[in-house]
């Protein structure tokens, strides 16, 4: 390696040391739970999006191990050029059918689906308003469009009403919004975001990501939760959390889904995910609407932790979700925090800047339809003794 490029590296990275910002890896080893090995050592888990314990359960593999029996590994091609499988097309028809939407188009990733549709359906002459906190990728498919960008305040209806007012001529317009925001379990005002688009012609892109299977009586998703799914123009979200696969969709009309087929460079120009992984996403769909039980469990595990954190005096922001933030406010903190935790078997990750907001740092916890009541219980413990050593109640 080059001088100047050693100096570069280890500058930049003694620079994110010395913040108390920077990130290293955990080493798993066997399988994804309410209990992981980390380190050689098993710990609770409150990290993982499997927000329904699908990562392991056995239908999935079985769904993957039939598409490789049926199908082999790797698509070999792009979806347009010769790697459209029947896993693939299935997995879209029953998006579209669970959805209730026209048609449904699958992604590789959720970054990737965010990258792709955003820029083909934004340019130069349109303006965006998104959410201050909308996820990484919303964020970076904007830049990419090159459309002008507005951020309004998070989830601040006015704010946004006064960025709409005095927005002038474009040749179109569009709001885009996490439905579920990822590291503060807030959820989005669709009801009043749908009410501004129509007063003030917007089109609606939202991001399921953390509310498929989670949210609305039957984990549709936010859409549902407040009834406005024929509303949303572009409903978009991933197979990478509740559903505890890989990949992501976009689904609403016929005419959106054809044209994201000619003109998403994120799905044009890549492979096409394998087709086992699809069709685990599929099995995954169908135990989302066969297995309410799940849902209903996951409920009762994050009113049961909300409600305790709330009356130990924790600031858990506004979340309503499974997603959990716990204050600390400065990163050295949160580390702190989140290495005393793992000291007694729990692990939760402290979330730093720049992935939230500068003097935000916070443990953010994930509660899974998979705990027991004596995991909430040793995690409600441990957060309360700790917390109050390091005066945070
Ligand atoms: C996780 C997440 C993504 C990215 O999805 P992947 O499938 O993990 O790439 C996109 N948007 C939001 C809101 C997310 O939380």
Known sequence: MSQTAKTFFDEELSDLAQDGLKREMRRLSGRQGREIV????KVLNFCSNDYLGLACDARLGQAAAEAIRNE???AGASRLVCGNMSSHQALEAKIAAFKGAESSL?????YMANVGIIPSIFGREDIIFSDRLNHASI????QLSQAKCRRYRHRDMESLEEMLKSSGPFRKRGIITDSVFSM???IAPLDKIVALAEQYDCLVM???????GVMGESGKGLAEYFGVETEIDIQMGTLSKAAGSFGAYCCGSNGLIAFLVNKARSFIYTTGMPPSVAAASLKAIEIIEKEPE???RLWQNTRYVHHALKQSGFDT???QTPIIPILVGEPDAAAAFSRNLLNQGILIAAIRPPTVPPNTARLRLTVTAAHTQADLDSLLEQLQRIGKQLCLI
């Open 294 to 296: 799940r849902r209903n």
């Open 106 to 110: 699958v992604f590789s990733t959720g």
């Open 72 to 74: 082999g590994f790797g």
């Open 206 to 212: 939202i991001d399921e990501a953390h509310a498929l």
């Open 139 to 142: 964020i970076d498919g904007i």
């Open 317 to 319: 922001r506004e979340s």
């Open 38 to 41: 980390v380190d050689g050592r």
């Open 184 to 186: 503060d379990g807030d």
